[in-house]
């Protein structure tokens, strides 16, 4: 027993994972399996700008296998995982059973539409590919359809674009909507007027981006409505339907509404807690301990955006890619410990800030008290996105695809296909 | 009879009249009266400025008696007229009646409701003092209300300005607003975030500034937005309400909307025509001569926006101050002829261009193929503006009035003043 490898199980192929699996690698008698339902890890940060036709949806994926080829003990799984055995321990997949000593489970979050999942099919959300290329299906669609159509009243409900939710990805997309109907396509069309295309950004919070500090959501909100975003606060979406957008008492007509508005958590997270103990909080994630455990002396951990993990300010750490890359590095450390019967260390997050870009040369970025905006933000922006896509192939690619958007002003991925391609 | 002074009667003190009475007065054997409903000549271009507290109402009125004070044969008088009598060839005044041999009748416009004059007090036009001291009073009784207003949904409303009509005196009041909410009142309030504030730029046609050049309408449009301004074109009203406005299927909260749409000639026109004959336009304007006569031989003429005169390019001429001004002096001109008795000049209008003004450092102004935008405009706007102030004494004040609000962006006419004052 002492001389068997200790099994890991990591679920999940997204920061949280990769980095739990790099970190764990190359230790002497573990074997590490990365399960995961999809080939390729995402760069989650640049996926609006796979909707937006920015980039294509190769360069901002890689594939899992890839990514962690260079590790010999490290097997990946191309699985989905359904469930748990808490008295064999067995991770419990679609294709099989795995077995482990330790268990992680990165299964990230999906899109919430508080309940009215019929929405889900008007209004995409922007968490896969699959996703991404659909919106910029429809996006493309829109003003195709557009100009073909002489009735003002239908060619305008076309030209509109309703963006639900203005955190991060809200804003972003809404940018580059605004940005590709003003500059990008402005010359293409014969009979519409592509700039004067609707683009709302609608929050239901008094204020855009509400994680970052106040001044910087009123930069961004005025950066935005510098490139004809036209941002509505304190305005709730009571419907969705095929015409368009129910707020309230208000209502718009909207071809395109995509959704960036709610965040809900792999249901794996429930399974966990429901096999072996522990509490859910409000939106669903499993409440970890401050090392990342779940529960007393498990070997349980759970990472990511589906861990609910107090911050020092006593709210919990949000979904960002540095906060789940930490973790992840921390899950190896803890395991370590275990596996020499020390006590696990305690999980604290360093700060790396919080950005978001909103168009060509506008972002916004704040790390502790050190707030900017503008043009500095966004070409810092662009190196850290740069730096940390994975896969050297990528970067230098997404590098050269976004000099010469910036030159050109064009959008290079500017395609419409039927099967999610 | 050859002897006793010629009776000139003008009706209207607005730029038609003025320039009209000007240009006959002092010549020998002549006996001008100029009659109007109001005292004061109102510099109409800036009337804007009045209804988003840029200016008092002083500073664009002026007496017509004192700008006329210093001719010895004009009469002014305040009278409002409502009829003609074609057998006496008296103007009945609701004071008197008043004989002339030559008759000018610049009335002007007020505004057009298209037959929904319900709207009138939902939706106040922009015509006179009376109207602008409503506007601001409303404006900035919004924001107040919105101060106290703790329910979002209401607050959202009060914050919402919907101006109905995309032409130069929309795009005015538009941009004005989104200046004062995005920069004068910003530190104002304390509840509130007066820059999250809607104004909305409502355009039943395909583009905004449907008089200018195609390109300065793009213009306009993109520094409107970049004010924050939302502006949907192809957009009619259907309906509007204490709640909000109507857009065929769309609803828009809404407690302030201003109506800078539809023009209607007064209602002299029609009279004029029922009892000396001629034709009235489409939208209610007698059908002049191109020597601006009402008919042959009338001694009747009609000028300003009250008149439909045929330009050199088959449309009748704009509703501009330049057009106004030129008329009036042909008139004298034409009068002075008929005296002599030689044939009436033609009148041909010198194009002296149009503008608009969008902001504290925007304008776009277009002169024959002469086309301009930005801040060039809006400085050729201002000291064209301010030089056509009439009266030396407000052209002082203006301009030093501004001066102090372009440093300081505050305006200093932000009262609520109850009784149209």
Redesign the interface.
């Known amino acids: 027993m002492e001389d068997r490898a200790k099994r890991i199980i990591i679920v999940g192929g997204g920061f949280a994972g990769l980095q739990a699996a790099k970190s764990l690698a190359d230790q002497d008698n573990l074997q590490i399996t990365v399960i995961d339902r999809r080939n390729h890890h995402l760069f989650q940060p640049l996926l609006y700008q796979v909707a937006t036709a920015g980039l294509s949806p190769a360069e901002i994926a890689t594939p899992i296998r890839s990514v962690l080829d260079q590790y010999q003990n490290v097997n990946v799984v191309l699985d989905e995982v359904l469930d748990f055995d808490p008295v064999q321990r067995d991770v419990i997949g679609q294709a099989g059973r795995y077995p482990f000593d330790f268990l992680v489970v990165a299964a990230g979050a999906g899109h919430s539409y508080f309940g009215r999942n019929e929405w889900a099919g008007l209004a995409p959300g922007l968490k896969t590919l699959e996703q991404a290329t659909e919106i910029r299906r429809r996006i493309l669609l829109a003003f195709e359809k557009a100009e073909m159509e002489s009735d003002?009243?239908r060619?305008?409900a076309l030209l509109t674009f309703a963006v639900v939710g203005g955190g991060p990805t809200g804003i972003e997309v809404a940018g580059a909507i605004a940005e590709i109907s003003?500059y990008t396509l402005e010359k293409d069309f014969r009979r519409i007027?592509p700039?004067?295309t609707?683009v709302l950004l609608i929050e239901a919070g008094?204020?855009i981006l509400a994680s970052f500090h106040e001044e910087l959501s009123?930069r961004a909100?005025?950066d935005l409505?510098?490139?004809?975003v036209?941002?509505?606060?304190?305005?709730r979406v009571t419907d969705i339907g095929e015409?368009?957008v129910r707020l309230?008492?208000?209502?718009?007509?909207a071809r395109t509404v995509i959704w960036a508005a709610g965040v809900e958590p792999s249901v794996l997270g429930k399974k966990l807690v429901e096999r072996f103990g522990g509490e859910l909080d409000r939106v669903g994630r499993p409440i970890v301990q401050s090392t990342l455990e779940l529960g007393s002396e498990t070997g349980i951990f759970v990472i990511g955006d589906l861990a609910h993990v107090l911050g020092p300010k006593g709210l919990p750490l949000p979904g960002l890619a540095p906060v789940a890359m930490q973790a992840g590095r921390h899950v190896a450390r803890a395991i370590g410990a275990r596996l020499v019967g020390r006590p696990l260390p305690v999980f604290s997050y360093i700060d790396k800030g919080q950005m978001a870009t909103i168009g060509r040369k506008r972002a916004v970025m704040q790390w502790g008290d050190i707030r900017l905006g503008g043009y500095i933000a966004w070409l810092m922006w662009l190196l850290i996105h740069i730096y940390y896509l994975i896969g050297f192939k990528n970067r230098i690619f997404v590098f050269f695809e976004w000099a010469w958007s910036y030159i050109t002003l064009r959008r290079g991925a500017r395609l419409i296909l039927d099967s999610h391609r």
């Open positions: 003002p009243e060619q305008k003003r007027d700039s004067r609707r008094p204020r009123r909100a005025r409505e510098k490139m004809g036209q941002i509505w606060t304190s305005t015409e368009g309230g008492a208000e209502f718009i007509q």
